[in-house]
Each structure stands twice: as C-alpha cells, then as structure tokens.
C-alpha cells in the first residue's frame, strides 16, 4: 500500500544519491533549504544578501557566516594545514595524563578528572558526559547532568559483531598512523593499506577497541537510557564521589562550568548501575591505555576537519557501515552547509526565514496547531477508558500546551540581526582557518550550554535553528517545536488547500501532541515536571491498549522500538476536518495520501539494520501502514476488502 498508492512510484523514481543512505521527502526539502542557505553565504553565486545601510550587526552576521563558509570551501589551505592541528590537540589533552607506560591500573584521580574536564569542553562525546539543560524535577530550571557514552561504533551491540569490530579496529589503526606516525599520507601515491600499518599503531588500536568493548558490555541500552523513570536520578556531589570516586567531582565541576558559574543544585545522573562499572573498569586500565582512549577520542571526532588524505579510514568505515560506496566523493558544499548549520544556525535562520518563511506562514500555521489542539480537547472527554482525575489532568496538558513556530523569539530572537549578533559574540570565525573554526565553535557552543547552569529555562527558544527539517515535542516544557525548515512544500504551504497541509503537516503536528501523552511524555505533567498524574486504573487501561500496538507491529517485517507506535497511530483526526474536493480523489482521500506521502523512503539495507536499533521510530513502511490499518475511515474511504491487510479484523486504538 505504502510504496504503490501512497508513494506514487517515488521508490521506482528515485534513486538514493551515491553518498548518501537513504532518500526521502524530508531530504528532498532539506536539500532545497541547503540551496537557499549556499545563496546566502556563498558570495561566488552573485546572491547574497544586502545589508541595510548603516546596519552593522547584520554585516558581521553575515562575514562569519561567509567566512566560515569560505574557511570550508577552501580544501586547498585545509591540505596544507597538513595533520598539525588535530597532533597539536592531542598533546594539550595528554598534557593532563602522565606518560606511562606500566600495565597496571591506578591512574592518577586528578589527572584523569582534568582530563575528563577538557574532554567536555571539547563538546567530545566519551565515557562520562556533563550536560547542562531543564531539570526533570524542576523543569523551568537548568541543572547539570551526568550521561554516559564514549563509544566509537554506532551502537553497543555492533561489538559483538567479530567483522565489524575487525573492521573498527583496522580503521583506528590506519588513522593512529596517518596522525601520529612518520609518514605524512599526503605525499602518498597509494593509499594506505592494512599491511602498510606498523605493529605499534595495531597494538594500539587493538588496546583502545578492547577498552571501547569492555565499556560497551557494562553499558546501557538505548531504552533505558530514554525512559525517563529511569534517568531522573538526582545526586548530590558527595553521593557521586562514592558512586565513582576515581573521579574528583568538585573539581571536575569547577572545571567545565564557565568562570563565576556554581552548580547549587543536585546532579542529575542518568544510569547510575553503569558508572560504579565504569569506576571499576577505569581502575582496572592502565594509563597508557587511557592515553590512547583519549588520543583516539579526539582523532575520531575531530579528523574529518582534517584534509580528505587525513581522514579517509574513518569515512570509509562510516560509509560501510551504511551501505555507501567507500570510493564515493561527497560533495564539499553538503559539508559546509552542514558546517553552517551548526556552527551558525542561527545566523543562517536568520536569512532563511527572511527568504522562505515570509508573510503571514506563521500565524497560519499557529492556527492549524491551535484547531488540532482544540480537536484533541473535543475528543479525550470520548474515551471512556479516561477516569475524571486523569482526564482533568490530561485536558490541563493540552490546554497548556504550546507551539513555538518557524523560529526561537527568545535567546536568540532569529529576526533580530543585533539578537543573532550578540548571541554569537564569543565565536571568533578566520576566513582560512577552518579546522581552528570548528575547534572554537565546539568550545564556544559547549560553553555557552554551561553558562545556562541555574538560570530559568528559555521557553521561547527552540532546541534547533530554525532551517532544520523536521518537528518535535519537548515534555519538559510541553511544547511543541515546528521549525521553518519543515514547514515547507510538499509539507505545508499557507496556500495549499486544507486537506493537504492536514494531511501532511497536520498529521505531523498530531503525532507530536500526542508524544505528550505516550509511554514516555506521559510522566510528565503540563509544566513539564517528572511526576505520575495517572491513576492505577487508567494506567493499566493505558498499557493494555498500548499492548495492542507492541502485538501488532510486532508482526511486521521489521521491529523497532515501540515507544512511537501509539503516536503515529493518532496522528490524524481525520473526523475533524470536512475537506474540499478534487477531481481524481475525494478530499478524504487526499487526506490519507497527503499523510502517506510523507513517508516516502528508499534507504540502504544497512541503514535499516542500524537504524531499528538506534531509531525511536518504527520503520517508514510500518509508520504508514501500522497507522492507516488502525482507521475505519481508511478503509471506507478507499473500500478496502474486509480482512484485509489494511482493513484487519481487529484493530488497536488508543488517543
């Protein structure tokens, strides 16, 4: 159903582009607003914008963004700056941990906590993460949080798979002696092969994989590490000390919290069963083997700022991992857009919305939020499974809820140049530095994260810039995001007609609303804090209804997850909206294949495999077909046989 009616040929059409892994609608409009982002920045093609006289915030917005996007582009001055600046890195780091080379454990507590320290002021990902964002028990305020991490491979079961591991460890061993060893690669006539790597670097990168693996074993799965009943463990300083004392907490604290900034609050840890392991594993390692963690730590994150030569091992493992050709050149411009968007989001959302979000678009879609809210109002007094005191509790979320739409009006306040301005003041951008721009915008991104220690959350600043394609619900505000990036054509458009943007957007925006009453935001209440508002009863009515949906999509093809199953199946109100015709299909019918088409993909089968472990969401096929089968007006509008896949005999129901 999903492929033929609903996706009119696009698997037939379209073929997945050679450097990438998968194609779909949401690429199609994210390529589309990677165009209006090159126009903005890239000088050569004549279309930049003007700055209105006199307006000196809005000329400085725009030469970061032009000089970071030149620093990019300018592969040649990249090559040149050779292997240097990722070796230069290495040695700050390792500045902080003794050279030693004993293999016993013990490493030096201060040592290992200022390390851990810099690690994090890096933005780096490693085995213990601090992060600073809205507390889950007093969600208006920011506090520090504790999560783990660390691993190079996509996910902790990929270490059980002996070739794939066979395969990570040769690519750390190539990229160990590409960085490190005597050798400048760039002089290279051949590339780099297996047997070209000397006998140190394999030991190496055999003792950096056997550290990843052992941490993966005591690691945590992704489930858990998401259900917020389980990551909400508040802990005072003294309670981490003794929970991993081979750390120094307050110091480590003082460490990455920007200078005047004092954590007052309790730390939320979010796997407390994994840090007493990872205590024992950190004193059972020897410190040269710490040492190379690290090293690897920053050669894996930070190399694809290097010149292609310097990091083919790990674009080439990446590119196996997901089914892409290693030989495929990816597109520079991709990089650097990519580049934009994080490092300048903000300042590129600037320009976009200027450019493709116009007009009344905002206001237009504040309604449509608005009129699905006032549907799902209408229709939670209807289940009578809802007890009064959950209901009420329930009809209190959604008339609270909220939309931020198109863009943030807080921190900063995307239309204002002087707010964009202001805001990025502290990223200091070098037209031919691109590696020392990206190293300055992990740092300056990271710390500014930090400073947020304490202060009341920014309810109107959403948690993406505003060019990103796609849509989101954040419990701890009980808001719902809606980017301008997404609110695009096929998507959305003000003058679309109804049943399209409801079909399409609308449904979108259902889905998010009803991640504020799913197995995960629905432990959170109307302001957002962690607490049980569900009576016993209603609670186990909720689970057995939502057992339903694990049954049922359990049969299909391909499982995930099944956290998104009840969202995508209340997705669409199609009762609510009477429609205007067309000629082919009935209104109602567009409706359905407006929703259908958003789903639209084609990927490789080796994303797939990755993505059902690390995806919340059920595959694309079963997100439309899992929904759609669940809807009598579905199968009425399109007189679908009794019994059918698509018109079952039993069907599941929940919001």
Same mark, same amino acid.
């Given at each position: 159903?999903?492929?033929?009616?609903?996706?009119?040929?696009?698997?037939?059409?379209?073929?997945? $582009?050679?450097?990438?892994?998968?194609?779909?609608?949401?690429?199609? %409009?994210?390529?589309?607003?990677?165009?209006?982002?090159?126009?903005?920045?890239?000088?050569?093609?004549?279309?930049?914008?003007?700055?209105?006289?006199?307006?000196?915030?809005?000329?400085?917005?725009?030469?970061?963004?032009?000089?970071?996007?030149?620093?990019?582009?300018?592969?040649?001055?990249?090559?040149?700056?050779?292997?240097?600046?990722?070796?230069?890195?290495?040695?700050?780091?390792?500045?902080?941990? $003794?050279?030693?080379?004993?293999?016993?454990?013990?490493?030096?507590?201060?040592? %290992?906590?200022?390390?851990?320290?810099?690690?994090?002021? &890096?933005?780096?990902?490693?085995?213990?993460?601090? &992060?600073?964002?809205?507390?889950?028990?007093?969600?208006?305020?920011?506090?520090?949080?504790?999560?783990? /991490?660390?691993?190079?491979?996509?996910?902790?079961?990929?270490?059980?798979?002996?070739?794939?591991? =066979?395969?990570?460890?040769?690519?750390?061993?190539?990229?160990?002696?590409?960085?490190?060893?005597?050798?400048?690669?760039?002089?290279?006539?051949? +590339?780099?092969?297996?047997?070209?790597?000397?006998? #140190?670097?394999?030991?190496?990168?055999?003792?950096?994989?056997?550290?990843?693996?052992?941490?993966?074993?005591?690691?945590?799965?992704?489930?858990?590490?998401?259900?917020? &009943?389980?990551?909400?463990?508040?802990?005072?300083?003294?309670?981490?000390?003794?929970?991993?004392?081979?750390?120094?907490?307050?110091?480590?604290?003082?460490?990455?919290?920007?200078?005047?900034?004092?954590?007052?609050?309790?730390?939320?840890?979010?796997?407390? %069963?994994?840090? +007493?392991?990872?205590?024992?594993?950190?004193?059972?390692?020897?410190?040269?083997?710490?040492?190379?963690?690290?090293?690897?730590?920053?050669?894996?994150?930070?190399?694809?700022?290097?010149?292609?030569?310097?990091?083919?091992?790990?674009?080439?493992?990446?590119?196996?991992?997901?089914?892409?050709?290693?030989?495929?050149?990816?597109?520079?411009?991709?990089?650097?857009?990519?580049?934009?968007?994080?490092?300048?989001?903000?300042?590129?959302?600037?320009?976009?919305?200027?450019?493709?979000?116009?007009?009344?678009?905002?206001?237009?879609?504040?309604?449509?939020?608005?009129?699905?809210?006032?549907?799902?109002?209408?229709?939670?007094?209807?289940?009578?499974?809802?007890?009064?005191?959950?209901?009420?509790?329930?009809?209190?979320?959604?008339?609270?809820?909220?939309?931020?739409?198109?863009?943030?009006?807080?921190?900063?306040?995307? $239309?204002?140049?002087?707010?964009?301005?202001?805001?990025?003041?502290?990223?200091?951008?070098?037209?031919?530095?691109?590696? /020392?721009?990206?190293?300055?915008?992990?740092?300056?991104?990271?710390?500014?994260?930090?400073?947020?220690?304490?202060?009341?959350?920014?309810?109107?600043?959403?948690?993406?810039?505003?060019?990103?394609?796609?849509?989101?619900?954040?419990?701890?505000?009980?808001?719902?995001?809606?980017?301008?990036?997404?609110? #695009?054509? +096929?998507?959305?458009?003000?003058?679309? +007609?109804?049943?399209?943007?409801?079909? =399409?957007?609308?449904?979108?925006?259902?889905?998010?609303?009803?991640? =504020?009453?799913?197995?995960?935001?629905?432990?959170?209440?109307?302001? /957002?804090?962690?607490?049980?508002?569900?009576?016993?009863?209603?609670?186990?009515?909720?689970?057995?209804?939502?057992?339903?949906?694990?049954?049922?999509? /359990?049969?299909?093809?391909?499982?995930?997850?099944?956290?998104?199953?009840?969202?995508?199946?209340?997705?669409?109100?199609?009762?609510?909206?009477?429609?205007?015709?067309?000629?082919?299909?009935?209104?109602?019918?567009?409706?359905?294949?407006?929703?259908?088409? &958003?789903?639209?993909?084609?990927?490789?089968?080796?994303?797939?495999?990755?993505?059902?472990?690390?995806?919340?969401?059920? $595959?694309?096929?079963?997100?439309?077909?899992?929904?759609?089968?669940?809807?009598?007006?579905?199968?009425?509008?399109?007189?679908?046989?009794?019994?059918?896949?698509?018109?079952?005999?039993?069907?599941?129901?929940?919001?």
């Amino acid at each position: 159903m999903h492929n033929s009616a609903m996706c009119g040929g696009f698997v037939e059409r379209n073929e997945i $582009p050679a450097e990438e892994s998968s194609t779909n609608y949401f690429s199609v %409009i994210y390529n589309d607003n990677s165009r209006v982002l090159r126009s903005i920045v890239d000088k050569s093609l004549g279309k930049t914008p003007k700055p209105a006289p006199g307006n000196a915030a809005e000329e400085d917005n725009l030469k970061k963004l032009q000089d970071l996007w030149d620093s990019c582009m300018d592969e040649a001055a990249i090559l040149k700056a050779g292997r240097s600046p990722i070796s230069g890195q290495i040695d700050n780091l390792l500045g902080f941990l $003794p050279d030693n080379n004993s293999s016993s454990g013990g490493v030096d507590k201060t040592a %290992i906590t200022k390390t851990v320290a810099q690690v994090n002021k &890096l933005g780096l990902n490693t085995f213990l993460n601090i &992060l600073v964002g809205s507390d889950p028990g007093k969600p208006l305020t920011n506090s520090l949080s504790v999560w783990e /991490g660390g691993l190079g491979l996509p996910t902790r079961k990929l270490y059980e798979v002996s070739a794939v591991v =066979a395969l990570y460890q040769t690519a750390v061993a190539q990229m160990f002696q590409i960085i490190l060893g005597d050798e400048d690669v760039a002089n290279r006539t051949e +590339p780099l092969l297996p047997n070209d790597i000397a006998q #140190q670097w394999t030991d190496t990168a055999k003792d950096v994989v056997d550290f990843e693996t052992k941490m993966a074993a005591i690691g945590t799965d992704l489930v858990d590490q998401r259900d917020p &009943l389980k990551y909400n463990n508040p802990r005072t300083v003294e309670e981490l000390t003794s929970m991993i004392p081979s750390i120094d907490w307050p110091l480590l604290i003082k460490e990455v919290l920007p200078e005047g900034v004092q954590n007052t609050r309790p730390i939320v840890v979010a796997t407390p %069963i994994f840090f +007493p392991k990872l205590d024992a594993l950190i004193k059972d390692t020897s410190t040269a083997t710490l040492r190379n963690y690290f090293t690897w730590l920053v050669i894996r994150n930070q190399a694809l700022n290097l010149a292609e030569p310097y990091s083919r091992p790990i674009t080439v493992l990446l590119s196996t991992l997901n089914g892409i050709s290693p030989g495929i050149k990816v597109d520079r411009s991709k990089t650097c857009i990519s580049t934009i968007n994080t490092n300048l989001g903000e300042a590129a959302g600037h320009y976009f919305i200027l450019e493709k979000f116009k007009g009344d678009s905002r206001a237009a879609f504040t309604e449509v939020f608005e009129s699905l809210k006032t549907a799902y109002i209408k229709t939670f007094p209807t289940y009578d499974w809802l007890d009064k005191a959950t209901l009420d509790n329930a009809l209190k979320k959604l008339k609270t809820m909220e939309a931020l739409v198109g863009y943030s009006t807080g921190s900063p306040d995307v $239309p204002s140049s002087l707010s964009v301005k202001e805001y990025y003041e502290g990223y200091d951008v070098v037209a031919d530095d691109y590696f /020392g721009n990206q190293l300055r915008s992990a740092i300056f991104l990271n710390s500014k994260m930090m400073a947020l220690m304490g202060k009341p959350v920014d309810r109107k600043k959403m948690l993406s810039y505003p060019q990103m394609v796609n849509a989101y619900y954040n419990p701890f505000s009980n808001q719902v995001f809606h980017p301008s990036g997404m609110l #695009q054509f +096929p998507f959305y458009h003000v003058e679309n +007609p109804d049943y399209i943007n409801y079909g =399409a957007m609308g449904s979108i925006t259902g889905h998010e609303i009803t991640h =504020a009453f799913d197995t995960s935001g629905s432990h959170f209440d109307s302001i /957002g804090t962690l607490v049980n508002w569900w009576t016993n009863a209603t609670l186990i009515a909720f689970n057995d209804k939502a057992q339903c949906f694990v049954d049922q999509y /359990g049969n299909f093809t391909i499982k995930g997850p099944d956290e998104r199953f009840k969202s995508d199946s209340s997705g669409k109100k199609y009762k609510n909206f009477k429609l205007p015709g067309l000629d082919k299909y009935t209104p109602e019918q567009l409706f359905f294949i407006s929703y259908g088409r &958003l789903w639209c993909n084609k990927e490789r089968p080796e994303l797939a495999v990755q993505m059902i472990s690390t995806d919340t969401h059920s $595959p694309t096929r079963w997100r439309v077909n899992g929904a759609l089968m669940n809807l009598p007006e579905f199968s009425e509008v399109f007189q679908c046989k009794p019994g059918s896949t698509m018109n079952p005999t039993k069907r599941c129901s929940l919001w």
